[in-house]
């Protein structure tokens, strides 16, 4: 036993698990809403995707066990394995190729709807449109429909539980969020 | 001695041939001339490395295996599916049959609406012509159908394949079993994507939409060869190896159609029509070799290697053109095992894994990622102490990619202790630690940065303690204490703002108390408290609580009967720490904002009328108070919920079964002084599966 605890402590002393010492931020500061009411995590969705400076106030909105769904033709007409396991994890490197492979980007959330609101849980659906130009995808505009269900966790954090994308039928294209995010997974 | 001698130097000279044949396997395999991908990679068609080899024992005689079906529906406030299979699998001395089919319908029924239809259908005919020559024949056909419920896209795929198998199995020479395979599959694939948008009518013309309508037919003969290798070349040593090559030139005719129609009478326009033939031949070889030595005694050593070159061609929806994907993989591994003695063991990995992919319509996934990754954990085992640590490290770099090239470096530590103190009291441990850090290529710009300023850090730590106290054999405590951590740090000062740490303290206790053969008295009690603390903007700190009792009673009334309390008690709180004094001096204190109490009261009854059939009903109640700490503002809400249904696991006639539930569930509202709150919501779920043997 005591083996064990010796080299545990000793891994962690180590400094093998310690960070980079990061820059200091200075005046720069996201403007990160406080996730304890539902509305703030939409905002931050709207606020902070797509940005670098923005990814950890957009992933610290997201449940650790997220669940996304993306379009069955989104799915089907994507190379084999590009929307498999989409956790957490993955969504914050996707997340992180596309701010830092955008050139320009806009997202706009526009004709929201409560499609479910309770006291520990709420869905809402926004039609969006994204504007994007960037060096890997010659694509430059996504439209959709994204359902979103935030749930109240026992910390009283407000979170992104499920996910929901699909295709807009008043839209331009057919080109979806879920499109834009399997164009930057790579590698992993 | 002599004989002895002897005997020792033929089995050296044996080993020595084996692990000389060995290496020359493992250097081919990391060698091998990579399979021609060629300009133009391959088929549509799907390869199948892994076809099977007919094993002895499908000829194993079971004339009058039955058929089996099963079915399966299920319902609830968003979504229906509804499944059906059935399988046929009769074997004979020499023939074995297997037929099997699959269909399933799911509908989308509240979010958008969208329906998906699948069905797979396979059926395969093994004959065993010699002792060592089996003749094979299968067949499938699969199809998928999707559609958004909005109709604005609706999705095809058909997949139908016809192979013609012969397999040898040569007769053992000095110990080697070796087995060649080779097959010849006719295949054909249909793809169709059909998207219809509505277009905005000018003055004086008809509502219409504009149609567009892409297919593929790829239609192929795919030729593939496979063989495997075992040789226990002496005792404790065995080679072991694997090839597949394949080859197919499928013509792929690819139809383009955009037009416009009217939404109501005939009529429409053609915009425009594209169609191409292409054909593309496609080559797939991968081999694959281990050398496991198992000589000494608690020890065990496998080294493997394998090589992968395949290529893919197919009509790809998503970019309207013909993708042609080629993949070419690399992996060495190392592994060692070592028990010394029963009890205490170490494990040892060592992988060397690269992996190429090359797309020629969608370059920008484009990767070339090269892992290297070493893990070894230790574990010891007695009558009262269970233990292991494991240790996990890994660098894969990422080139080639359009963006994200760089390195990430993964830590992790992961150890679980469990110790017998005396009697009946146990003490147990958790603890893990991870980083992962992401290491982006640099691209030097015009600030005087010397790292990209994507680079991140993320680290995680999460430790427990507990104990467990057995009373009696059915009644127990346990007492629990964790901490869990997690840093997330961006480096650069353009990104760092939003570093923040959140740190959970969680205590908890459970109680299990049986009073007597019926009656039981569960109690959990949880208090949690998260941290959160933002490296740069103090301001933003915040801490949260919360505070669970949960008691349950649950007494079986008679053998046909059960009766169910529950009650659970939930307060939470959260709020700010006030901000340094000027200079940075002072204590931060810690003010709530918000409070929550909450209670629950849950009753339910159960009563099995007969066998197999149990009716429930349940109804609860619970009550909410909200308080806003500085406004002063209160706010408390109730809602009732009654639920009742039946559950079914019965069997019937021949072996049919039946299980499931179906349920309706109530909700509504009251006392409420909170706009919009009140209401109520009403829903039948409904889940049942069927099966019979025929």
Redesign the interface.
């Known amino acids: 036993m005591a083996v064990f605890a010796f080299v545990l402590a000793g891994g962690v002393s180590c400094d093998l698990f310690e960070t980079r010492t990061p820059n200091d931020p200075g005046a720069n500061t996201f403007p990160c809403a406080s996730l304890d009411a539902a509305e703030n995590v939409y905002t931050n969705i709207k606020l902070a995707y797509g940005r670098g400076d923005g990814l950890a106030c957009y992933v610290s909105s997201l449940a650790d066990n997220i669940v996304f769904d993306f379009d069955d033709n989104d799915s089907l007409t994507a190379p084999a394995g590009q929307f498999l396991n989409w956790t957490k994890a993955i969504e914050q490197r996707v997340a992180q190729n596309v701010a830092s492979g955008a050139d320009e980007f806009y997202l706009q959330l526009r004709d929201s709807v409560i499609v479910l609101s309770q006291s520990d849980v709420e869905t809402r659906r926004y039609a969006y449109e994204i504007q994007f130009k960037g060096s890997g995808i010659p694509d430059t505009l996504f439209q959709g429909l994204a359902e979103i269900t935030v749930r109240k966790n026992a910390g009283g954090q407000w979170l992104v539980g499920e996910w929901v994308d699909r295709p807009d039928p008043a839209g331009t294209t057919s080109r979806t969020w879920g499109y834009l995010r399997q164009a930057y997974r790579i590698g992993f | 001695m002599k004989a002895i001698r002897h005997a020792m130097l033929r089995g050296a000279l044996h080993a020595a041939r084996g692990l000389a044949l060995a290496l020359l396997l493992l250097l081919a395999a990391c060698h091998l001339p990579r399979a021609p991908l060629g300009p133009a990679p391959a088929a549509a068609q799907e390869y199948e490395e892994f076809v099977d080899v007919v094993p002895d024992s499908a000829f194993e005689a079971k004339p009058k295996i039955p058929v089996s079906y099963q079915t399966s529906y299920q319902y609830d406030q968003s979504r229906d599916a509804w499944l059906q299979s059935l399988g046929y699998n009769p074997s004979w001395k020499n023939l074995a049959l297997g037929i099997s089919g699959e269909t399933s319908t799911t509908e989308d029924v509240l979010?958008?609406g969208?329906r998906?239809t699948n069905g797979d259908f396979f059926g395969r005919l093994d004959w065993r012509v010699k002792p060592r020559l089996v003749l094979s024949m299968s067949g499938r056909n699969s199809m998928?159908s999707?559609s958004?419920g909005?109709?604005?896209?609706?999705?095809n795929?058909r997949r139908n394949g016809l192979t013609f198998q012969s397999q040898y199995s040569a007769p053992p020479i000095k110990k080697v079993q070796l087995t060649v395979i080779g097959s010849t599959e006719f295949q054909r694939n249909y793809d169709l994507?059909l998207?219809e948008?509505?277009l905005t009518p000018k003055t004086g013309e008809p509502d219409s939409v504009a149609v567009q309508r892409d297919s593929s037919f790829a239609s192929g003969r795919l030729d593939a060869v496979r063989g495997t290798l075992s040789w226990p070349f002496a005792k404790g040593f065995l080679l072991s190896g694997s090839a597949y090559g394949s080859q197919t030139k499928p013509i792929t005719t690819v139809r383009r159609f955009r037009g416009t129609d009217p939404v109501a009478g005939d009529g429409g326009r053609i915009d425009s029509i594209d169609i191409r033939r292409v054909q593309l031949p496609a080559d797939n070889a991968i081999i694959g070799g281990g050398l496991t030595v198992d000589r000494i005694r608690g020890t065990k050593v496998l080294l493997e290697s394998k090589r992968t070159g395949t290529d893919q061609v197919y009509f790809?929806?998503?970019q309207l053109k013909v993708?042609q994907?080629s993949n070419d993989g690399r992996t060495h591994h190392l592994r060692v095992e070592v028990v010394p003695k029963p009890g205490i063991g170490f494990n040892g990995d060592a992988v060397l894994r690269r992996s190429l992919k090359e797309?020629v319509a969608?370059p920008?996934?484009?990767?070339?990622?090269t892992t290297r990754q070493a893990s070894g954990m230790?574990f010891?085992s007695s009558a009262f102490?269970q233990?292991?640590?494991n240790?996990d490290v890994s660098r894969a770099r990422?080139e080639r990619?359009?963006?994200?090239n760089g390195n990430t470096i993964t830590?992790v530590?992961t150890?679980n202790?469990q110790?017998r103190v005396f009697g009946r009291l146990y003490l147990m441990g958790l603890?893990s630690?991870?980083?992962s850090?992401?290491r982006?290529t640099f691209v030097p710009d015009s600030t005087d940065r010397t790292f990209s300023?994507?680079?991140?850090?993320?680290?995680s730590?999460f430790a427990s303690v507990g104990a467990r106290y057995a009373v009696t054999p059915r009644c127990s405590t346990t007492v629990n204490f964790s901490i869990s951590r997690s840093?997330?740090?961006?480096?650069?000062?353009?990104?760092?703002?939003?570093?923040?740490a959140t740190t959970?303290y969680q205590v908890n206790a459970a109680l299990r108390l049986p009073l007597n053969r019926n009656l039981s008295i569960w109690q959990d009690y949880i208090a949690?408290a998260?941290d959160r603390a933002f490296?740069?903007?103090q301001d933003?700190d915040?801490l949260?609580r919360?505070f669970?009792i949960e008691t349950s009673i649950a007494d079986t009334l008679f053998p046909f009967a059960f009766v169910r309390l529950d009650h659970r008690y939930y307060f939470?709180?959260?709020g700010e720490f006030s901000p340094l004094e000027a200079g940075g001096g002072g204590a931060r204190l810690y003010a709530p904002t918000?409070e929550?109490a909450q209670q629950a009261l849950d009753g339910r009854i159960g009563i099995r009328p007969v066998q197999g059939i149990t009716l429930i009903v349940k109804q609860s109640l619970t009550d909410?108070v909200n308080r806003d700490l500085v406004t002063g503002k209160q706010s408390e809400?109730g809602q009732w919920n009654l639920s009742y249904g039946a559950e079914i696991n019965r069997s019937f006639w021949n072996g049919a079964g039946l299980v499931g539930s179906i349920r309706r569930e109530e909700r509504y509202n009251t006392q409420s002084n909170v706009a919009?709150a009140l209401g109520s919501e009403n829903n039948w779920l409904v889940s049942i599966q069927f099966q019979k043997d025929f």
């Open positions: 979010k958008f969208s998906s998928s999707i958004d909005i109709q604005a896209s609706t999705s795929q994507r998207a948008r509505a790809d929806l998503g993708e994907l797309y969608r920008n996934l484009n990767a070339l990622v230790i010891y102490s233990a292991f640590l240790f990422a990619q359009s963006t994200g830590r530590v150890t202790l110790q603890g630690a991870t980083l850090s992401y982006y300023k994507d680079d991140r850090d993320v680290a730590a840093h997330n740090v961006a480096i650069d000062s353009e990104q760092s703002s939003g570093n923040i959970v949690t998260t490296d740069y903007d933003r915040g949260s919360n669970r939470f709180d959260q918000t929550q909410t809400t919009g």
